[in-house]
């Protein structure tokens, strides 16, 4: 460690990591160059196809009656990690909304919100816990879902930011999570986690629901699909699996920064998006986050058994299965052909880019 503190600086840190026989794990970061000094690692995540913590006392003791229905089909381990865990939302429209209740009613204990949007009446026939009062209120969107888990009164403490994801306010409570979920249909958001999941790996769940209606008088479904990707180390990032049209996070990031000039080239058509609002319907998008908030619990317990964790899911709702369609990185992709960023933590700049 002296050797190690007078070649790196007295900033230095060191941990300790002990694997036992059956499995489990414990750490120290020892705080040189205190002699000795050393805190425990409050908790330890080990991540891949399956999410596996470890920290002192896991899955003892009684589940709370509120949870003990919960525990009877999956055992107090389940109850314990999901009391122990953070977990982030991002989004709280019809599928972020139904995520962050579902999270909620599992006792996920410590659970943040991330949206910059208002409820307005549109949002009405699918938005979990908005009201006409919070449309007419011009309510935060995080604000409406965050009301509502503390009126459960299961213990979960809930952090509502209202903020665009990428605002650097939010920085802290994303690398704090132990699992995000993405339910945002902004592309410049999405581009922003999927570099998030593999640089301080955090897995993130992410979210999209596609209803393509032809353009009949009568609207007629052509496809209706609701997809859960996991984004990880291992995993294909959702650029490589065409999720993220980068030219339309380039038109969303223009709109953010530069409002005057994003209107002036909008009527001059040379951005992209911005057209009619997508057709949504609250079964599909409620299905949407269940689909998600399970392959979380499969990951955690492991209901699904050996082969059950799926990276990519695609629900055909209108013809009733599930597909797994694959990818393969990219040649080149920064963020998961390579490990070169995957770990790689606090950076200057957040992300290894600017701006
Ligand atoms: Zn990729």
Same mark, same amino acid.
């Given at each position: 460690m002296r050797i190690a503190v007078n070649r790196n600086g007295p900033e230095s840190r060191f941990f300790s990591l002990l694997l036992t026989a059956d499995g489990r794990f414990a750490g120290r970061v020892w705080l040189a160059p205190t002699p000795?000094?050393?805190?425990?690692?409050?908790?330890?995540?080990?991540?891949?196809?399956?999410?596996?913590? *470890?920290?002192?006392?896991?899955?003892?003791?009684?589940?709370?009656t509120a949870f003990q229905r919960q525990a009877l089909a999956f055992g107090n381990a389940l109850n314990a990690d999901l009391r122990s865990m953070r977990v982030g939302v991002v989004g709280c429209?019809?599928?972020?909304?139904?995520?962050?209740?579902?999270?909620?009613?599992?006792?996920?204990?410590?659970?943040?919100?991330? @949206?910059?949007?208002?409820?307005?009446?549109?949002?009405?026939?699918?938005?979990h816990g908005s009201t006409q009062a919070d449309a007419d209120a011009m309510t935060p969107k995080v604000e409406v879902?965050?009301?509502?888990?503390?009126?459960?009164?299961?213990?979960?403490?809930?952090?509502?930011?209202?903020?665009?994801?990428?605002?650097?306010?939010?920085?802290? #409570?994303?690398?704090?999570?132990?699992l995000i979920f993405g339910a945002t249909d902004d592309h410049d958001g999405r581009l922003f986690l999927n570099r998030l999941a593999y640089y301080y790996l955090v897995p993130i769940i992410d979210m999209g629901?596609?209803?393509?209606?032809? @353009?009949?008088?009568?609207?007629?479904?052509?496809?209706?699909?609701?997809?859960?990707?996991?984004?990880?180390?291992? *995993?294909?990032?959702?650029?490589?699996?065409?999720?993220?049209?980068?030219?339309?996070?380039? #038109?969303?990031?223009?709109?953010?920064?530069n409002p005057e000039e994003y209107e002036r080239r909008k009527i001059e058509a040379y951005v992209a998006g911005g057209g009619n609002p997508a057709p949504a319907v609250v079964t599909f998008t409620t299905e949407l986050a269940c689909m998600a908030v399970n392959e979380m619990i499969h990951r955690l317990q492991g209901f699904r058994g050996a082969e059950g964790s799926a990276a990519n899911r695609v629900r055909k709702f209108h013809?009733?299965?599930?597909?797994?369609?694959?990818?393969?990185?990219?040649?080149?992709?920064?963020?998961?052909?390579?490990? #070169?960023?995957?770990?790689?933590?606090d950076e200057d700049p957040f992300l290894g880019r600017a701006g």
């Open positions: 000795g000094a050393f805190v425990h690692i409050r908790s330890i995540r080990v991540i891949g196809d399956r999410i596996g913590f *470890h920290y002192p006392g896991r899955g003892k003791g009684e589940p709370p429209g019809g599928t972020g909304s139904a995520t962050a209740i579902l999270l909620a009613r599992l006792g996920v204990g410590q659970i943040v919100l991330i @949206d910059n949007d208002i409820v307005d009446r549109t949002n009405l026939n699918r938005l879902v965050a009301r509502e888990i503390a009126r459960m009164a299961l213990g979960v403490r809930v952090v509502p930011m209202e903020a665009w994801v990428g605002d650097p306010g939010c920085r802290d #409570a994303l690398r704090s999570c132990d629901l596609s209803i393509d209606v032809g @353009d009949e008088d009568v609207p007629t479904i052509h496809a209706l699909d609701g997809r859960v990707s996991v984004l990880s180390p291992g *995993h294909t990032c959702l650029i490589c699996r065409d999720v993220i049209r980068p030219v339309i996070a380039s #038109a969303e990031a223009l709109r953010r920064t013809l009733g299965e599930d597909r797994h369609p694959g990818h393969r990185p990219r040649e080149g992709c920064p963020v998961c052909s390579s490990s #070169a960023i995957w770990g790689r933590g």
